[in-house]
């Protein structure tokens, strides 16, 4: 769902978040202000990862907060893998994920930027970086 992904994009940032999250509301605003003001779309890509409850939740959230980025289906098995590749889920989804102890490296909300090319990881916490800014 959601659209493409541009081909010049070099940076992907996937954002871990969901609509019932309270830490969320107040980010969600942040990066989207930030994408609209860059050059977001173009040179770097937001990717949703939902951790939202049903897919009507993850609508209404993204119709309200979000820049129209692409994203993953809300309880989709890609969407489970993003979040057992970075570690990063709401707490009450980590047992089912089959993410404990160290291997959950944050909780929601979180921006992971990744090289596209590369697949490394640039910034594992890139929402601090933009609360600074």
């Known amino acids: 769902a959601g659209a493409s992904i541009a081909p010049a994009a070099k940076i992907i940032a996937f954002y871990f978040s969901a609509q019932w999250c309270p830490d969320c509301g107040p980010a969600t605003p942040i990066l989207r202000d930030c994408y609209e003001e860059s050059d977001g779309g173009e040179a770097w890509e937001v990717v949703y990862v939902p951790s939202d409850v049903s897919r009507e939740q993850t609508e209404e959230y993204v119709a309200k907060a979000h820049g129209g980025w692409p994203r993953f289906e809300t309880g989709s098995e890609a969407s489970a ?53």
């Open 81 to 133: 893998q993003m979040k057992r590749t970075f570690g990063v889920c709401a707490g009450k989804e980590a047992a089912a994920l089959g993410i404990s102890g160290a291997q959950r490296k944050a909780g929601i909300p979180t921006l992971v930027v990744v090289d596209r090319v590369t697949g490394n990881v640039i910034d594992a916490d890139g929402l601090e970086a933009l609360r600074k800014s």
